[in-house]
C-alpha cells in the first residue's frame, strides 16, 4: 500500500510532467464509481533523460514493473505482495472495492490508473476518516452527496487541496511550499466529468468552471488561476449546485 502511494504521490510531485484525468459516474442505486488516469510517460522520459538507471535507483519506481496491468483490488495487491492482512471488516470492504492497474506502452511503464468501484455513501464516509490520516490525492468531489437521484455539489470541493496536502505529508515542508507556489505554472486547467445513467432533468445553481456538456454529463473545469487570485471575481460561483436526475 505505501509503495502505491509513493507512486501517486510521485507523480503528484511532478505535476509539469504529468496530465491527470478524473471521470466519476453516478449509478442508479445511489452508489458511484470514480477513475483516475495518471499519465506519466513525459515525466518516466524526463527521468530517463536525467540518467538511464534513474528509475532503477529508486526502488518504488522498480515497483512499478511488478503492479498488474489489469484491473486488481489492493486487497489483492496486498497478498500478492505477501503484506500482513488487515481485520477490520470495513478495512477489508473498502480494499476489496479500490482497484489499480499500471498502463503500458511498447511494454514501457506508461502511467497509473485508480478506480473506486461501486462506492457508497458509508463507504466514501469511511474513506474521508481514513483520507484525514494518510492524505490520498482524491478528487474531492467523490465526496458530494449523491441519493440515486440527486446530486448536491458543495462548489467548495473546487480546488486542489487534497494534492497540497499528499504533498505537506509525504514531501519535506521546503518541497511541499515549492511544488504548491507553482501549480499555476504547471497546470492550465484541471477538470472533472460526471456522468449520470439516467437522464439530468435539472441543474440548480450556477459556477463559472460548470457546464453541461449532454443530457448525461457534466464537466467542471477548474481555473486555477482564479482559484490561486484572491482579487478574482467569477461571475458566477453559487455555493451549491443540485443536479437532479429522471
Not at 148 to 172: A, C, M, W
Not at 204 to 223: L, S
Amino acid at each position: 500500500m505505501k509503495k502505491i502511494l509513493f507512486l501517486l504521490t510521485a507523480a503528484l510531485f511532478v505535476l509539469q510532467s504529468c496530465t491527470i484525468n478524473s471521470e466519476i459516474v453516478y449509478h442508479k442505486d445511489a452508489a458511484s464509481t470514480s477513475v483516475t488516469d495518471i499519465d506519466m510517460r513525459q515525466f518516466i522520459s524526463e527521468m530517463k533523460a536525467m540518467t538511464p538507471d534513474s528509475l532503477k535507483q529508486q526502488k518504488e519506481f522498480g515497483y512499478m514493473d511488478q503492479l498488474p496491468t489489469t484491473w486488481t483490488s489492493f486487497l489483492d495487491i496486498q497478498k500478492k505482495d505477501g503484506k500482513k492482512q488487515p481485520t477490520d471488516p470495513d478495512s477489508i470492504r473498502i480494499m476489496k472495492k479500490i482497484f489499480m492497474k499500471m498502463n503500458k506502452e511498447n511494454n514501457e511503464p506508461a502511467g497509473m490508473s485508480l478506480k473506486m468501484d461501486h462506492f457508497t455513501q458509508t463507504d466514501y464516509q469511511f474513506l474521508s476518516d481514513y483520507n484525514k490520516k494518510e492524505k490520498l490525492p482524491l478528487d474531492q468531489n467523490i465526496f458530494n452527496n449523491w441519493n440515486g437521484k440527486t446530486l448536491t455539489i458543495n462548489t467548495e470541493n473546487f480546488n486542489v487541496k487534497n494534492i497540497e496536502q499528499t504533498l505537506r505529508s509525504k514531501t519535506s515542508k521546503e518541497e511541499a511550499e515549492k511544488v504548491e507556489g507553482m501549480i499555476t505554472m504547471f497546470f492550465k486547467s484541471i477538470g472533472t466529468t460526471l456522468k449520470f445513467e439516467n437522464k439530468i432533468k435539472s441543474i440548480t445553481g450556477k459556477h463559472d468552471w460548470v457546464k453541461q456538456i449532454d443530457n448525461y454529463t457534466v464537466k467542471i473545469d477548474y481555473d486555477l488561476k482564479a482559484m490561486y487570485d484572491k482579487e478574482a471575481k467569477l461571475k458566477n460561483a453559487d455555493k451549491t449546485i443540485v443536479i437532479e436526475t429522471e
